[in-house]
């Protein structure tokens, strides 16, 4: 199968049950993308597939053949600055221990691409799939309206476009 | 009663001292540090400490470059899984490893027998469902998990206990070989005479509260990978207690202390349960000594929502008695507590001796095992449950006084802590009340009827106390690099606290260097001194003095080194921005070109923490005030406002200490209205061990939070003026909301969560009772 991660082409077997996830972390080496749950309750598995966000750990890796994926990796390629939106989570303190923060990243990424300008509650409402423990959901809140009413549009699309 | 600390011996000489933590007070020896900074009071003129600066490792926790334990691999390391009871009490009649040895890809099993005795691991008799049993080591996760299916195990099963009920009543299973309860049940505390308090009273409220298993359900799972190397031991571990993981795996497996290495990087929060070595530890590093390769071994969700440690249930029969203006007379609760099979007595009864000036207050807590996976110290242990039957009752007789309830709160605010008649190093909690309520728009005058509207909308508030003072040992030291940068060496832990970021700004403030110039290096016994758990709400009290002490003891050398070079007297010399000044002069080195200077001559500087002062307490206080909404129709519940006001003596990082009350709030919402691990009484099995039946709270549960603090430094508590924060802000939540949803529908909710059927259930009540709440009568078993 053919998968391009974070704009990088890779040509690879994987087994029929093995997920997107398991792709990611154990092949690629990725292992921003996080396994909590195992059986998509909480989001922190969250990466983008051809635009989307899907939870990878109930993500077939052989049905993504052809696709392209984004994970927090792709949000600032080695070599680039952060993006607004990763540079709002540290200035917000939109991460405590951080697990949850890669998938927080892509779920708000995602969401920021499908609809530049949400109101609080449908910010609410979008991020309601990414569960976080330590409580850093106000802050995640301010972080993606900060970046929404900053206007400035999501530099890392062209990884996944 | 803790005995008193001796005045300061000189340098160098050891005293004794008490530290208290998470409520239990121990006495240890300590020596004097070689000197003692003076205390930074709220005069001292500090520019690092007390800034908001960004969390300094939140550029790896973004960019998915922090490593976790889960993250760790190791050339040819293999994957363990531990298969678990499926049954609550009984004993394997036959186990059959030989299938999952023969599966592909497994390298490795182990069960009864397998394993040495100081692990505790893979028994023949069960004890609880979720038990380890057997593990598998293979190439794979995957490999491993599949084998583990294929190992047949056989039980006899035996009669068992899931509740707190059936292990105490007559004909009572064994739950374990020694007693069902705890040996020094009831464990009674107690001032005053209730009978006396009882007579004074001009009203006596009595009511039962019940609170729920609460499961700690951080996102990243227990883990830990092991290697060896001939009889060295490494192990990468998910935990708040370096040390304390070394120690246990010595002991565990008979390897010497200093063969042992544990090291932790980052971790994706722990919240108490993560305070010791666990199953996973031993089985991976049992695993990697048999087979000579490292073994990596982390927990499925089910296995940490199953065998993780929680927060034990609690039933609290309160009996609260009080003059006509709200003076407390008597205050009296006994107490039922399930521990599950394991367990200490960090019970709920301690909170009502520490929090108001009552001068008639009785406590027995009654510990009982059951066969259910064991507790573990989960935020604010004990204190979260108590709050949520003190603060109610305390409520409930604010109604019946038809008082406001913060002024019956501010009626009994007592000037010494009163469980063992001590002066505090600080206490701002009346300001937490008063800044709290205006900042809220607290008023219980001229409420609107709410009938008419829907939803039904209700104020509630509830205070806390909890003792944060931290404590030695621990140990820090601070070295100057030749390019003019700084390390920061402890053997500390950062659960996802910010404590990277505090203790830099700390060595950063005491050597007047560049924060950028400061880097914070823990988590390594092996290459770092000592410091203990990052549990109690204590790190930053504990390890904070040490880091500064280490910092002003570099900055004195280096201002030795520097004061050749500058023709001047080291006393002659200040420091700020990473330059030494000579006062009044325009002569100025930076550090960079003292360093540079001296090559490789390293400065060096040592602290540790000293004595807490005698017989002082030290806490950290704070009041919550919540606003809700009602569904008449469907029960549910919503958090529409919350306030927290907070006294915790000085702050190092405002925007760190906001974002932990906002994590300990948002935990308080889940328990109040949604957490609950269900036990299936019948089969001894946890129903819910995942994280779609066990809710813990989404964004959308949550409402604008306003959290903050009050008061100052704390320059009694050490010589930071900080003390303790991550605790305190769960344990007023539950029964602040619990208030305020009274307050909606009028009748007192005396058990959590707040779920849709309970809150229902009440709104029947109302509609069929008058609004006022009919005082009920205390269930038989309770008294006075």
């Given at each position: 199968?053919?998968?391009?991660v ?6 690879m ?8 996830l ?10 921003g ?27 077939l ?39 949850c923060?890669?998938?927080q ?5 995602t969401?920021l691409?499908?609809n530049?300008?949400?109101t ?14 330590c409580g850093?959901?106000p ?5 993606i ?5 900053a206007?400035?549009?999501q ?7 | ?10 340098p ?6 008490t ?20 205390a ?19 550029p ?7 490593r ?18 499926t049954?609550p ?16 890809g ?14 505790r691991?893979?028994?023949?008799e ?6 380890p049993v ?6 794979t996760?995957r490999?491993?998990?599949n ?8 039980y ?5 206990a ?15 070989a ?7 049940a009831?464990?009674v505390?107690s ?6 308090g ?19 359900t951080?996102?990243e ?45 980052y ?8 305070n010791?070595?666990g ?30 440690g ?43 001796h ?5 001068p ?22 004990g ?14 007789l ?8 913060i002024?019956?709160?501010v ?58 003072g931290?404590?030695?040992p ?33 060595a ?12 914070a ?28 002490m ?5 900055r ?17 010399l ?58 008449r ?12 006001a ?38 001894g ?26 008061g ?12 303790g ?6 344990i ?12 909606a ?5 005396l ?19 008058s ?14």
């Amino acid at each position: 199968m053919r998968l391009t991660v974070n704009g990088r082409v890779h040509e690879m077997d994987a087994a029929p049950a093995v997920t997107l996830l398991e792709l990611l972390r154990d092949r690629l080496s990725l292992t921003g993308t996080k396994l909590v749950c195992d059986r998509g309750e909480c989001g922190a598995c969250t990466v983008q597939l051809d635009g989307e966000i899907v939870y990878s750990c109930l993500t077939l890796a052989v049905a993504c053949d052809g696709a392209k994926v984004l994970t927090v990796e792709g949000l600032a390629p080695p070599g680039t600055e952060l993006s607004p939106l990763q540079r709002a989570f540290i200035e917000k303190d939109a991460a405590q221990c951080g697990f949850c923060t890669p998938g927080q990243l892509i779920a708000a990424h995602t969401l920021l691409a499908q609809n530049p300008h949400p109101t609080d509650d449908e910010i609410r409402a979008g991020m309601s799939g990414n569960l976080c423990r330590c409580g850093t959901y106000p802050k995640i809140l301010s972080a993606i309206r900060a970046v929404a009413d900053a206007g400035v549009p999501q530099p890392a699309d062209h990884h996944a476009a | 009663m803790p005995r008193k600390s001796k005045p300061p011996a000189k340098p160098g000489g050891f005293v004794q001292t008490t530290v208290e933590i998470e409520g239990r007070t121990e006495t240890r020896i300590v020596e004097m540090p070689a000197f003692e900074p003076a205390a930074w009071g709220d005069d001292a003129e500090l520019g690092i400490v007390g800034a908001r600066v960004p969390r300094m490792d939140a550029p790896e926790r973004v960019s998915g470059r922090a490593r976790y334990t889960a993250d760790i691999t190791r050339p040819g390391m293999l994957h363990a899984y531990i298969l678990r009871s499926t049954i609550p009490r009984g004993k394997i009649r036959s186990i059959d490893l030989a299938r999952a040895a023969a599966m592909p890809g497994v390298f490795d099993v182990m069960g009864p027998g397998d394993a040495p005795e100081g692990a505790r691991l893979f028994g023949r008799e069960i004890f609880y469902a979720g038990q380890p049993v057997a593990a598998v080591c293979a190439e794979t996760e995957r490999a491993a998990r599949n084998a583990a299916v294929a190992i047949a195990v056989e039980y006899d099963a035996l009669p068992f206990a899931a509740t707190f009920e059936d292990a105490t009543a007559k004909d009572a299973p064994r739950v374990r070989a020694k007693g069902n309860v705890m040996e020094i049940a009831p464990l009674v505390m107690s001032r005053g005479n209730i009978e006396a308090g009882l007579k004074a009273a001009d009203v006596v409220i009595r009511r039962e509260y019940r609170t729920p298993v609460q499961l700690h359900t951080a996102l990243e799972p227990h883990g830990a990978a092991a290697e060896w190397e001939g009889d060295r031991l490494t192990v990468w571990e998910s935990t708040q207690g370096i040390f304390r993981v070394r120690e246990n795996l010595a002991k565990a497996l008979g390897v010497p202390l200093s063969k042992v290495r544990v090291i932790k990087d980052y971790m994706g929060g722990g919240f108490g349960a993560k305070n010791s070595a666990g199953p996973h530890t031993y089985t991976a590093a049992l695993f990697a000594k048999r087979l000579g390769r490292p073994v990596r071994c982390i927990n499925d969700r089910e296995a940490e929502q199953t065998d993780s440690g929680n927060r034990p249930a609690s039933t609290q029969r309160v009996t609260i008695a009080a003059k006509k203006d709200g003076t407390l007379t008597a205050l009296f609760a006994s107490i039922d507590i399930p521990l599950g099979i394991t367990g200490y007595e960090g019970g709920p009864g301690q909170i009502y001796h520490e929090m108001y000036a009552c001068p008639n207050v009785r406590t027995e807590e009654t510990f009982a095992y059951v066969n259910a996976s064991g507790m573990a110290a989960f935020r604010g242990p004990g204190y979260v449950e108590g709050a949520f039957g003190l603060e109610s009752a305390m409520n409930a007789l604010a109604r019946e006084l038809k008082l406001d309830p913060i002024a019956l709160r501010v009626k009994n605010f007592t000037k010494r802590e009163p469980r063992q008649d001590r002066a505090y190093s600080g206490n701002n909690l009346l300001r937490c009340y008063s800044e709290g309520a205006e900042v809220f728009g607290w008023s219980t005058e001229n409420r609107k009827p709410t009938t008419e509207n829907r939803p039904l909308v209700g104020k509630g508030v509830a205070a806390q106390v909890w003792p944060t003072g931290g404590g030695p040992p621990a140990y820090a030291l601070v070295r100057l690099n030749p390019d003019g940068t700084i390390d920061v060496l402890s053997g500390t832990q950062d659960l996802g606290t910010g404590a990277r970021t505090v203790l830099s700004q700390l060595a950063a403030e005491a050597l007047g260097a560049r924060l950028s110039d400061v880097r914070a290096i823990i988590g390594d016994t092996e290459r770092l001194p000592y410091t203990g758990n990052s549990w109690g709400s204590m790190t930053t009290a504990s390890v904070g003095p040490a880091v500064r002490m280490a910092a002003e003891d570099a900055r004195n050398q280096l201002f030795e080194a520097a004061a050749a070079m500058l023709k001047a007297k080291p006393g002659d010399l200040e420091s700020r921005d990473s330059r030494i000044v000579v006062r009044d002069t325009d002569r100025s080195m930076t550090f960079g070109e003292v360093t540079k200077a001296l090559g490789n001559v390293m400065i060096m500087g040592k602290g540790s923490r000293g004595p807490n002062p005698a017989d002082t307490a030290i806490m950290t206080f704070g009041a919550q005030f919540a606003e809700v909404e009602v569904d008449r129709d469907t029960g549910v519940v919503r958090v529409t406002r919350f306030v927290a006001a907070h006294d915790a003596g000085r702050i190092i990082n405002p925007t760190l200490a906001e974002s932990q009350l906002e994590g300990g709030i948002i935990q308080g919402i889940g328990y109040a209205l949604f957490e609950e691990r269900v036990l299936d009484r019948s089969l001894g099995l946890v129903m819910n061990p995942n994280m779609h039946d066990y809710k813990i709270p989404t964004m959308a549960d949550i409402p604008p939070i306003d959290a903050f603090f009050v008061g100052g430094a704390d320059a009694v508590a050490n010589h930071t003026g900080a003390r303790g924060i991550a605790e305190p802000p769960i344990i007023p939540t539950a029964p602040a909301i619990a208030a305020a949803v009274c307050d909606a529908i009028g009748v007192e909710q005396l058990e959590i969560p707040l779920t849709p059927w309970r809150v229902l259930a009440a709104l029947r009540t109302a509609e069929r009772q008058s609004v006022t709440p009919s005082q009920r009568p205390g269930p038989p078993r309770h008294r006075p």
